[in-house]
């Protein structure tokens, strides 16, 4: 018998929501939903008021360690948090999932969309990257939605229609299963370079949330995002300079250690 939603989130509060949007992000190539969601989340003030148990949907397998002190066991959390916005206009849920889920990921879907639903949710957005081959100053914002109705309403915010391609995780998943379910879904995806997927990139975020605070019609300060964009710039940079001293130390030969045309013979 399948499990209802009651089963597996813990509800600490019932807030009374407006015409909510769900905005819904986990980690992904260059943390760029996570980062995103989570940076408007805090600057928005959000109340955290619901939680999945996380024992049908993650696994331990292995220890952290905080300054050389092994932690207790502990599983990834997914958390709910709302904000209220003025008299009028659209409130927000957020789902922030600290972790992919190992195992029944359509489940979990499920069990967070109609949730959501119950909240009054009928739109779904999530964040991920699309991967390009070179870093751009300013990384463009790819588009997709469950249909193309939703797409024309985007055209104004020069948003990149790239046709056909995949959206991996849960990131992608949650609005596979929103389409299945008759609710609108909307994916932004920031510019990442593949060389930098194990790398964080609030470029991309910064990117995305520019568009997605346009489209929710919601206003948050981005000065401590443009302060991550300069120190990963500075990163980047500098991870640039350190390889290619190492391919000049791996690949060349100084002048004088060469052999000479005699020596060659």
Known sequence: MRQGWEDVIKVYEQPELESPAL???WPGVGNV???????????LGAQEFA???????????GAFIERNVIQEPRLPQSKFYYWKSSPGKKDLVLFLGE????????ELANKILEFSQKLGVTVVYTVAAALVPHLAEKPRVWAAATDSELLTGLE????????????????GLLLAVAREKGMKGICLLGETPRYLGDMGNPMASQSVLQVLTRVLDVDIDM???EEMVRRAQRE?????????RQYIDNFTVPLWERPSDEEKG
């Open 223 to 225: 000065s401590r995002m």
């Open 33 to 43: 939903a996570l980062t995103a969601a989570t940076y408007l989340s805090e600057e």
């Open 99 to 106: 972790a992919q889920p190992v195992a029944q990921n359509y």
């Open 23 to 25: 905005v819904a992000a």
């Open 156 to 171: 104004s915010y020069g948003l990149v229609l790239k046709g056909n391609f995949y959206v991996a995780g849960m990131n």
């Open 51 to 61: 939680e999945i148990a996380p024992l049908s949907f993650f696994d331990l397998n």
């Open 236 to 244: 980047i940079s500098e991870a640039i300079r350190e390889s290619r």
